[in-house]
């Protein structure tokens, strides 16, 4: 016969396939017309709009552009700059994935670096890093009890927290911010995320961060200056109270206006969010089962259950040395975040003449053991060393510990024929005590319970041997 088992669901997604992909894009662009030519090359700054991301059987499809102002020097010593788009369109290859899946993508812009062919054309090259996470609906069948009253069960409680939402939303960041000075034209503008804040409310999730926006551009003097533009957006989801989430932002598209009159510009962000929500879920698993008048044969299944997410936040730092000429002043500074571990500082440098250079040095930090699911860099400090400049970069990282729980649960019990072992057990067995710890072993090999045990063995009692009654 059956013993009809009681279960339930817990609806999930599992991340079902999973795929890192590095590429390095070029574009050669004119300087226009109505420029002068490029006496010196200096850097070029910007962001990577992503506008499409789409998946289909066997593969995925990332679209997007990386908006950059070239800056150089002309040869009467004017600093000028013009826009140049890098077009960006990355292919992910994988037989996992399929429309159905619910994309999470982690997108860096780990490279943008101008060459000069001659004095009318540029060539820019740029790296994209981008790691994709597929998420596939899937339903846990999780085993409580069975109805029967003759049959001993063992549960095992469990803690976790699977995922139970991959939700994506579009919104906007507009703001206004005064400036230092007027400015009748940017030189250079860098745009990018900060999530400063993630709370999750019942079946909600309110996001709160930041657009940062290091603008460039010159007056009576070369000036960089930072505006921010903050937002806060909420986003629905479905199912159960969310107990924790990570989310990403991700910039489609920038927009700036320049108010002379008020001194001031104005940010309008277009920007997608993706969040990958978790919620917390408590059973009691029926791992075991027993039974004194029939000899059971269950079936048994493995469950890969994600215990809660411990999160932390660490703030290190990325520094190194660069050997350069002193006789220079720094005037303005950009940063790229690598692979975890890395990064990488622009420096923009003026000597006595008024003559521009440009300096990139690499900079190295040891990540702490855990995933990190964020990275932000904070503002470069350059100070003067023996030989050159010490850099250092403040990085605060979003640090995960994960760990995944395999419990063997029942999914089925039959039991056809009586427990010939259990029948044969004396009506009381005598063990010597403290050589068997685990109780429900004892109670399952000679045909009694836990709960018949603790009873004929009082605790209050100092004793040689412990007491198994049969139980029928």
Not at 334 to 359: Q, T, V
């Amino acid at each position: 016969m059956d013993w009809k088992l009681q279960t339930r669901e817990a609806a999930c997604f599992t991340a079902a396939a999973g795929h890192t992909s590095e590429e390095r894009f070029t574009a050669d662009c004119v300087v226009p017309d109505t420029l002068p030519d490029v006496e010196r090359l200096l850097t070029a700054t910007g962001e990577l709009c992503l506008w499409r991301l789409d998946l289909e059987e066997g593969s995925g499809e990332l679209e997007g552009e990386i908006r950059c102002d070239v800056l150089y020097q002309a040869e009467d010593g004017q600093l000028l700059s013009f826009p140049v788009t890098v077009p960006v369109l990355l292919r992910f290859r994988d037989g996992a994935l399929h429309p159905s899946l619910r994309p999470f993508l982690e997108l860096h812009l780990t490279e943008l670096t101008p060459q000069l062919m001659n004095s009318r054309k540029v060539r820019i090259a740029a790296r994209v890093r981008a790691v994709l996470t597929a998420y596939a609906p899937e339903t846990l069948i999780l085993t409580e009890a069975a109805e029967d009253a003759e049959i001993c069960q063992q549960r095992v409680k469990v803690v976790f927290e699977p995922v139970t939402a991959v939700e994506e939303q579009v919104f906007s960041a507009v703001g206004t911010s005064a400036l230092r000075e007027a400015c009748d034209q940017l030189l250079s503008a860098q745009s990018e995320v900060v999530v400063d804040e993630l709370q999750c409310v019942s079946q909600r999730l309110i996001l709160q961060g930041r657009v940062r926006t290091q603008l460039l551009y010159q007056t009576a003097e070369l000036i960089s200056e930072t505006v921010e533009t903050p937002f806060s957006q909420l986003i629905d989801t479905p199912g159960d109270d969310i107990s924790d989430a990570e989310a990403r932002v991700h910039l489609t598209s920038v927009h700036l206006t320049l108010l002379p009159e008020e001194q001031a510009i104005e940010v309008e962000a277009h920007l997608a969010a993706q969040a990958v929500c978790r919620s917390r879920v408590e059973a009691e698993l029926l791992t075991d089962a027993y039974s004194n008048r029939t000899l059971l044969e269950p079936e048994t299944g493995s469950l890969q259950l994600p215990l809660p997410v411990e999160r932390e936040q660490q703030r290190l730092f990325a520094e190194g040395e660069l050997s350069c000429d002193p006789g220079y002043t720094t005037v303005a500074s950009w940063c790229l975040l690598h692979a975890p571990g890395s990064a990488e500082a622009i420096l923009l440098r003026r000597d006595g003449e008024g003559n521009y250079s440009s300096l990139r040095q690499g900079l190295t930090f040891e990540v702490p053991e855990g995933t990190v699911c964020a990275a932000s860099a904070g503002e470069l400090t350059v100070t003067p060393a023996p030989e050159g400049l010490r850099l250092r970069l403040p990085i605060t990282l979003e640090l995960e510990h994960r760990e995944i729980r395999s419990i063997a649960q029942i999914t089925a019990l039959t039991g056809e024929e009586p427990n010939a072992a259990a029948a044969a057990m004396p009506s009381l067995s005598l063990l010597r005590a403290g050589e068997h710890p685990d109780l429900w072993q004892i109670a399952k090999t000679h045909a009694s319970t836990v709960e018949a045990i603790l009873a004929a063995n009082p605790e209050d009692e100092q004793r040689t041997y412990l007491a198994v009654p049969k139980v029928m």
